[in-house]
């Protein structure tokens, strides 16, 4: 009620409707009827200040208008805006930049540590190491970081507005270290004269760091184990962001209650949900594939290599054993296997061995000085090579002396006396000289044909039917010895004898006889095998006479002889 | 149901006046005395409780004050209140505190304050008389006579302050 606003002294104000239904009552006192005076006189103004006031106090119905106030002031000439607003957006852009950076940074820093994986490789070594299994390593490594606690401060007093905290972690008594905490930032600032906007925004204790991040009234201080991203400190920002524009009033008002600042646990207790990275489970992968190319390029270039050195060696192993060559120098020239020893002619021809070790030809040289080799082997087959025995004769070595077997012509074994001697590793020649028919190989097919006997019965030359059959059997066995006699180079020579008993007459018994080798010669002669020669002949007239009728009867009889012949001796010229 | 609130508490004078010890028999500790030198502050914690509401105070202890160093005033900023801690043995202390609380006043707009004459127990050495502190206890300044030593008038000057804040604080809380 100041008197500026009294209505003007005039006479009475004119009345209005009430004293005109009611005349008859008492007068309105001074006051009130000053103010009905104002109220019929100012009323509309009145109403209109009332509206105004209650339009300044709603920011929403002001804010068209100063969104358009600024619009046509920025339309006009930016320059005063920007000049008044560069003090604040200044720092805070240039802030947003260097973050920006820094948060870029650390991601090429991380995108280059993982490209070559040299740390998943030490990781794997660090497994092998310590007996730990590497995803246990993985995982301890890449733990990158774990907010321990956040401190949420007044930054006027450095009065602690909420704390939150990981189970695990041992805290000092919060409200105290958010105290210290402001009482440090103004050290800092004031010690080395910066800026009151400026701030110590990292404190770093060994593994521990402690972030600082700053609102209009309030401080956030995040307390690190590790190494965070720099996105951690936008997070942080954005947290603040948020507080201060929820509790925009109680920071105005703050007076040390610290109760309404409990709504803002969700959003610290957010920061430390953040707290364990993810380990890269694509490290192990791309270093198992790093890894398995590495494996594969040295495989390929490796292997052949050590496949190539394994068959020089096996062959080089397989020369040593080989009879007849001694290898006394092996080794690689210009990346050319050369092997160098002695060999003796007879022995296998070294590059045949190549094949069987799967050695090209062209990989490797030898180079051999010719020798004579003192092995049983090799002194007989010298022997065999100078002596040139017939089929018939078998050479062998019993110590040095040189042993010939067989049946041979009396020029052969001559030969062999004065050659023998003279061969490298013979010391002298022992013979054992047979019979063609003698001969192991021939004495049980002679045996055989000689077996056969056909009876006659008394003063008979005629073949009967057993005596047929017989001749069969005889032919088959003849064919047997003489196939075998062929091979050995000797001719068979049949002689059919004819025998007698001694009962009658002794020219009857000599022309029986006679008849009877005939006979059988008869009866065998188509059956033989081509080329055979055949001959007939009386058995001597026996000496002694025959005891029983028995004996008498096996000498009513005819058998056969066989006889080897050695091949005419070939004349040297 | 209690309310909890916490309080800025500045303890100022000049050095050797006692301050530390003056907090040391009144308070629960965490840090050492040795950030007193280097960061020029230490921090410390007493709880009292007051009719329903308990009142944290945060106890800042600032370096003290001498010819060559100044106490940093800055950490008075926020504060709910201040004492300043005068020696009573030694004129000189008081000069200092009234520097001190021309500009913790500055710095600490209407924070109550209370002027703390320590060491009275040396009685055969007291030079602060009555007669030099009237002045300001006409100016309406709170004076507490204290002997860190004995424990004698500590707690009477910690929880004096400590209503004189709460009794700024309540209309404001009330408004809330």
């Avoid at chain 1, 524009?245 to 105005?252: C, D, S, T, V, Y």
């Avoid at chain 1, 430390?272 to 490290?283: G, I, T, V």
Wanted: glycine content about 6%.
């Amino acid at each position: 009620m100041t008197p500026e606003v009294q209505a003007p002294k005039r006479a009475e104000p004119p009345r209005s409707d009430p004293p005109r239904v009611d005349p008859s009552g008492p007068p309105a006192s001074a006051p009130d009827a000053l103010a009905r005076l104002r109220g019929i006189i100012l009323g509309r103004e009145r109403d209109a200040i009332r509206r105004l006031e209650r339009k300044l106090e709603d920011p929403d119905a002001l804010s068209p208008v100063v969104e358009r106030a600024l619009t046509a002031s920025v339309r006009r000439d930016p320059k005063p805006l920007a000049d008044a607003l560069f003090p604040v957006m200044g720092p805070a852009i240039r802030r947003a930049i260097s973050q920006a950076l820094a948060g870029m940074m650390q991601s090429v820093n991380q995108a280059l540590e993982h490209t070559f994986s040299l740390r998943g490789l030490a990781w794997r070594w660090e497994a092998i190491r310590t007996g730990t299994s590497f995803a246990e390593v993985v995982l301890r490594h890449s733990l990158l970081y774990r907010v321990e606690q956040v401190f949420l401060v007044h930054r006027e007093s450095g009065l602690l507005l909420q704390h939150v905290t990981t189970p695990s972690t041992a805290a000092q008594p919060p409200d105290m270290v958010a105290g210290m905490l402001t009482a440090i930032q103004d050290f800092t600032r004031d010690s080395f004269g910066v800026a009151q906007e400026e701030m110590l925004e990292t404190m770093q204790v060994g593994e521990l760091t402690v972030w600082v991040e700053q609102g209009a009234r309030t401080l956030l201080a995040a307390v690190i184990r590790g190494h965070a991203p720099y996105e951690f400190r936008g997070e942080l920002q954005r947290a603040i962001e948020a507080i201060e524009g929820e509790h925009a009033n109680e920071l105005l008002r703050f007076q040390g209650d610290a109760s309404p600042f409990l709504r803002s646990r969700p959003t610290l207790d957010a920061l430390l949900l953040m707290e364990a990275r993810e380990p890269d489970r694509r490290a192990p992968w791309r270093t198992y594939g790093l890894l398995t190319v590495a494996v594969l390029l040295l495989a390929v270039l490796l292997v052949p290599r050590f496949l190539r050195e394994r068959r020089w060696h096996a062959y080089l192993d397989r020369l040593r054993d080989e009879p007849g060559i001694i290898v006394t120098d092996a080794g690689k020239q210009n990346g050319h296997y050369v092997v160098r020893g002695l060999r003796d002619p007879l022995a296998r021809d070294p590059a045949t061995l190549l094949a069987d070790q799967r050695l090209e030809a062209g990989t490797v040289t030898g180079r051999w000085e010719p020798y004579v080799a003192l092995l049983p082997q090799f002194i007989l087959s010298r022997a065999t090579r100078a002596l040139a025995p017939p089929p018939t004769i078998g050479l062998r070595l019993v110590a040095d002396t040189l042993v010939a077997t067989g049946a041979g012509s009396d020029a052969w074994f001559a030969r062999a006396r004065t050659l023998a001697p003279a061969l490298a590793g013979v010391g002298s020649l022992s013979v054992e000289r047979r019979q063609p028919r003698e001969l192991p190989q021939l004495l049980p097919l002679v045996s055989a044909v000689e077996s056969h006997r056909i009876l006659f019965p008394t003063g008979v030359a005629l073949l009967d039917s057993a005596g047929s059959s017989e001749v069969t059997a005889i032919a088959a066995d003849v064919a047997r010895l003489d196939s075998v006699a062929r091979g050995l180079g000797l001719t068979l020579q049949l002689t059919v004898i004819g025998s007698a008993d001694d009962q009658g007459n002794a020219d009857a018994n000599e022309w029986l006889r006679l008849q009877r080798a005939d006979a059988l010669r008869g009866r065998m002669g188509p059956s033989l095998p081509p080329g055979i020669e055949i001959g007939a002949e009386p058995a001597p007239a026996d000496a002694t006479p025959a005891i029983s009728d028995a004996e008498r009867a096996l000498r009513r009889a005819a058998t056969v002889r066989a006889d080897l012949a050695l091949p005419p001796e070939p004349v040297i010229p | 149901m209690t309310t909890v609130l916490q309080k800025k508490v500045c303890m100022l004078g000049a050095v050797g006046v006692g301050k530390t010890s003056l907090v040391r028999r009144f308070v629960e500790s965490i840090f050492s005395d040795r950030y007193l030198a280097t960061v020029g502050v230490k921090i410390d914690r007493k709880s009292v409780n007051l009719g329903a509401t308990q009142l944290s105070l945060m106890l800042w202890d600032l370096q003290g004050e001498t010819e060559h160093q100044q106490t940093r005033v800055e950490y008075l900023r926020g504060a709910g209140g201040y004492l300043i801690v005068v020696d009573a043995t030694r004129t000189s202390t008081l000069e200092t505190a009234l520097s001190l609380q021309q500009r913790a006043a500055s710095a600490a707009p209407g924070a109550p304050l209370t002027l703390v004459i320590n060491k009275v127990d040396l009685a055969d050495q007291i030079a602060v008389s009555d007669a030099l502190l009237e002045p300001l206890r006409a100016r309406g300044w709170p004076i507490v006579r204290t002997s860190a030593r004995s424990g004698l008038g500590v707690e009477e000057a910690f929880l004096g302050l400590a209503q004189r804040m709460l009794a700024t604080t309540a209309p404001l809380a009330e408004e809330r």
